[in-house]
């Protein structure tokens, strides 16, 4: 007997099920990636919009009941709360060479994975926002044996607009509640 | 461990501090002994607690506790461990209890002064007629609570030893130079609080590291360099601070504690612009400012840039404005906290711009911290060795050239580059270590006296 493919849609998933824009999107993300393994940080800044937010908020432990809060809110502390200026300074800072917690370079892999298509909705210049989610594993190696693994799950929203595609925002939610690294030089 | 005496450890006259003590894992379990059971710990801010029944878990030495507000508003602290078989009692980081009951069998701990007589008592144990036939001695097993607590403009300080001087007697005239982190920009007392959420991360370095660098060690400054050439200063443009004047290391030579800041002043200077970009910043900080010099008039004020009190509380007093807490985890790593301030009632975009600006600058992601961190963890790996362990470190710096600074008592400056103040601070710290009554460790302190403004 021939086993039958069935393609259509998963009925409970009620992401995009559009092969063409998740294909995009995950091209997208994992050239980015590659941009940041490969240390390319200038082609990486041109990928971001000129009024995205970058936000890493602050893990926390809470009651089931309290979950809402498990993430630092939006005027909170956080891990990192940034913008384009500051992404750019922070490029900067790393190319000084006198940055010592960069210097020598980390080694990073960036694996991107689970990309899901949340949604596309029209923007008012003519463009798409596209909502992405997506988990990371991110592995740090640096001097001789520092190794840092950071593990979570990020929420980008991206944009569309003539065949160009940027990030607009990216919250990334780490799976961990104490940082159990020294810092956080790295790009997420 | 070479069984050097603590005096051959800290030779802080000739500027000589063993490696061994940021190493050495008998040193930690005689520090956690000698000076965590017993000096005043700063455990947090109250606005992380400001509802009743609100509690924050915290940490004193190597102990988890509970920082709580009890029913009657009475902040408490008390050791997270059940007094049944240990259990941790509290799980959350925070939260809003009436009781903490144990999930291990159950036994529950109170607060609520209507309950109980002594905060953290036992009020429910299961089975407490029948298994324990009513024979257990609740009074008996409450939760251990610290013997003193002190709330001082909303931070929140504590300790285990019941014979320990009171909070402000332990503090001394470093009291100024925390007023001017905690009060309002406007000159008024008090009225800080904290951005929702404490940064809390590891960093494998010993302890002692942190606070000996905010205690008012300027000439690491060339280690930031590189945040300096960008420029992430709040008004944009060169540096990576507010304009100051010129700073100095002031010192407590008889307490331990220090900063970096100014000496002593009677007025003023005229408003710095330094939020062009952001109109509703700037009139904020314009308008304290001359709030201020009303507020004060020509009375005696003093800045802080960064201060520790002995032994594991530092903080930065002008922008950033955060409190740090380095928690002893090991002799080589420790957990760090840190929490950012604002004027409680500054508008909303002013803590906004000081949010934004606080995260990258502080904190494992910010650009002037980060290289902070890359420096104790390679201080603490070299000296690992049993070759290094042996070294000395050099505090050298300025020896002989203390000089008193005639309005405070008790306190002395030594310039803008010295390591005077990391010279106290492990003296206070060898004091500690000997074993010193509290008679012998508060004998050349100097009174305090009120504030006049
Ligand atoms: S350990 Fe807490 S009730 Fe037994
Ligand atoms: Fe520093």
Known sequence: MNATIDSAPIAQDSSVDDMQIWWQAQRFLHYEADLL????????????????????????NVRRDALAQEYSGKHDAAWFDEGIDTLRQRVAQIKTGIHWAE????????????????????????????????????YQNRLQAEVNLFVGKREDVLRRRDGRWTILSREIHLDQNV???KALTIFF | MGHKS?????????????????VDDEIFQQELQQVFSRAWLFVGHESLVPKPDDYFVSRMGTESVILTRDRQGQIQVMLNSCAHRGMKLCRYDHGNNRTFTCPYHGWSFSTDGKLVEKPGELVGVPGHATHYKGELDKKQWGLKTVAQVVNYKGAIWATWDADAPPFLDYLGNM????????????????GSEVIGGVQKWRVKCNWKFAPENFIGDLYHDISHRSVDIVGIGPGGG????????????????????????RLPFYEEGPYAPQYARYPEVEAYFRQVHEQRERTLGSAMRVQTSVGTIFPNMSFHGRQPRTLAVFHPISATEMEMWRMYLVDKDAPEAVKEAARHYFLRYSGPGGMTESDDMENWTGATEASMGAVSRELYFNYQMGVGHAQPVPEIPGCAVNGEYTEENARIYYRRWAQFMNGLSWDQLMAGSVRVEERAA
């Open chain 1, 37 to 60: 393994d490969h240390r390319e940080f200038d082609n990486w800044l041109a990928l971001l919009d000129e009024n995205i937010t970058y936000r890493m908020p602050l893990t926390r």
């Open chain 1, 103 to 138: 210097e020598p370079a980390s080694r990073v892999s960036h694996l991107v994975t689970n990309i899901r298509v949340l949604d596309v909705v029209p923007d008012e210049d003519g463009g798409e926002q596209v909502h992405v989610r997506s988990r990371f594993l991110i």
């Open chain 1, 179 to 181: 940082l159990l690294s």
């Open chain 2, 6 to 22: 603590i005096d051959e450890l800290v030779r802080a006259e000739e500027g000589l501090v063993s490696r061994s003590i940021f």
């Open chain 2, 175 to 190: 009291r100024l130079y925390l007023d001017a982190a905690l009060d309002n920009r406007d000159g008024s007392s008090g």
């Open chain 2, 238 to 261: 060169k540096g990576r601070r507010d304009p100051s004047a010129t700073r100095s290391a002031i010192c407590f030579p008889e307490l331990g504690h220090g900063l970096l800041g």
